[in-house]
């Protein structure tokens, strides 16, 4: 049903008033350091981001998303720490999921045929 969210755990799915609110976190298996794709699986933070998401239902979804941020035991590898990322979710610094980005490019690019430019 949520393809994009499937390199997530979900915690909870709930309905807060007219909004979907989702709790997720990324999963526990060990990711390739960005740098020099040594496995890593010890984390040294979490961070929590809010990513807003493709309505369900005519609901707006809103994601809370807890991050691990894993240490690269490489001693030749210049990044001490990285960010478990998703593939698909959604760009670095993003406040929506790609999904979401896309909707709303396709709603702005028909708005602009369907209202003609004056001049
Ligand atoms: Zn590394």
């Given amino acids: 049903m949520f393809p ?3 390199g997530l755990q979900i915690q ?3 309905a807060v008033g007219a909004m979907v609110r989702i709790d997720a976190s990324t999963d526990n298996v060990a990711t390739p350091c ?3 794709v ?3 699986n010890r984390v040294h933070s979490r961070y929590q981001r809010q990513l807003s998401d493709a309505a369900v239902a005519g609901r707006e979804v809103l994601m809370r998303l807890r991050v691990r941020r894993l240490v690269c ?3 030749d590898c ?3 720490t990285f960010a478990k990322s998703v593939p698909g979710l959604a760009e670095r610094h ?3 999921t790609t999904v979401l980005q896309n909707v ?3 709603v702005a690019l028909a708005l602009r045929r369907a209202v003609p430019v004056p001049g």
């Fill in 4 to 6: 994009h969210l499937s």
């Fill in 12 to 14: 909870t799915v709930r």
């Fill in 34 to 36: 960005p740098e020099c």
């Fill in 38 to 40: 040594r496995l890593s």
């Fill in 73 to 75: 035991d490489n001693s």
């Fill in 78 to 80: 210049r990044r001490r």
């Fill in 94 to 96: 993003a406040r929506r």
């Fill in 104 to 106: 709303l490019c396709a």
